[in-house]
């Protein structure tokens, strides 16, 4: 058999695999308030988000395209399969890790970082491709600011509108809408997230020389929304408690007000073909919720640990992709 199949090989299903890890550590942000307040049970709740993973995985693909070929261009790579095999081992060693203690830290920023590391290592500064690099890393910054302000302006005017009404009359009504909004928040997450390993696969096919183009075949579309969808399908519930009961306490009105305002930032970035952080905006908008709520009943002390793993993770991923590639080519 020849040995550039077996490695191309090897790529695909760590890319899957990366994908599979990705659906019960992100997913689980994205069903976390809607469990953590009760409006649906865990199991309906991530059967439900795997199947609108899948269904946003399916109808996407700039996301891909640009993680495929922003931080290098897979064509000038001669070693570009190995490079990525250093990739997806960084990342999938820091995703294992970062659920394990139950932070909710980005996989994007893991494998953008681990990417870029990798690339460094392997091929030298000079095939990182580093104004794409700094697009990316610019929208993985700002979005979750954007969906900090986002959540503190949407709490504050539901805040002004239900003020007159009874909290229970109010909190019953939003239970039945997050429904809505818990499966809006999983739909977009496939639409950005499950795209990464897509972009991924495509670009080890070009480096392969398999196809000259970065555009994503039809069955890496359904691998990569079926890897997801089944990752989902498993939940990640120390990620589920961080986030649905450490931060603050959540009450219904506040899960709508952070799912409608995470989704729309990233869905935007979908619509923009920017990979951002499904974690980051979650996670920032409910920090945005929380101080509209109360300020002070934020837990900043865990949200500023949060930060921190967020901060760390590119350069942590990036020196472990290096090292990764070192020892085994």
């Given amino acids: ?39 649906l049970k865990p199991r309906t709740a991530i059967l439900m988000a795997a199947f609108m993973n899948f269904l946003g995985a399916m109808l996407f693909t700039g996301v891909a395209k640009t993680i495929g070929g922003s931080v290098a261009n897979p064509a000038d790579l001669d070693n570009g399969l190995e ?22 830290s980005s996989s994007s920023h893991a494998l953008i970082g681990a990417l870029a590391g990798a690339v460094y290592v392997g091929a030298g500064s000079d095939k990182v491709n580093w104004s794409g690099f700094k697009t990316i890393i610019e929208g993985l ?19 002004w509108i239900f003020a007159s009404r009874s909290p229970h009359t109010v909190n019953k009504g939003f239970r039945t ?14 639409t ?3 795209q990464k390993a897509m972009g991924i696969i495509t670009f080890a096919l070009v480096t392969a020389k398999y196809q000259t183009e970065m555009e994503v075949p039809v069955w890496v ?38 799912d409608i305002s995470a989704a729309s930032v990233i869905f935007s970035a979908t619509w923009l073909h920017l990979p951002v ?41 990036a020196v472990l992709a290096g090292l990764i590639f070192m020892i085994l080519f």
């Fill in 141 to 159: 910054v700002l979005s979750p600011l954007i969906a900090f302000a986002i959540g503190y302006v949407v709490m504050t005017i539901l805040k």
């Fill in 83 to 104: 490079i990525l095999i250093a990739t997806l081992l960084a990342a999938i060693i820091w995703n294992l890790i970062t659920w394990w203690i139950g932070i909710p």
């Fill in 221 to 258: 579309k359904i691998a990569a929304a079926t890897a997801m969808a089944l990752g989902t399908s498993i939940g990640g519930w120390k990620i589920i408690k961080t986030m649905g009961t450490k931060i603050f306490k959540i009450e219904p009105i506040n899960g709508f007000a952070a």
């Fill in 277 to 317: 952080s499904t974690t980051h905006a979650i996670t920032s908008a409910i920090l945005g919720v929380g101080s509209a709520k109360r300020f002070s009943a934020v837990k900043w002390g865990l949200a500023g640990r949060i930060v921190i793993a967020w901060v760390i993770t590119i350069p942590i991923v």
């Fill in 1 to 39: 058999m020849d040995t550039s199949f077996i490695v191309i090989l090897i790529v695909i299903i760590l890319a899957l695999g990366f994908d599979f890890i990705n659906g019960f550590h992100d997913t689980a942000n994205a069903i976390a308030t809607s469990v953590s307040t009760r409006a």
């Fill in 177 to 190: 809408m997050q429904i809505v909004t818990a499966a809006l928040q999983s739909f977009t997450h496939g």
């Fill in 192 to 194: 950005n997230d499950a």
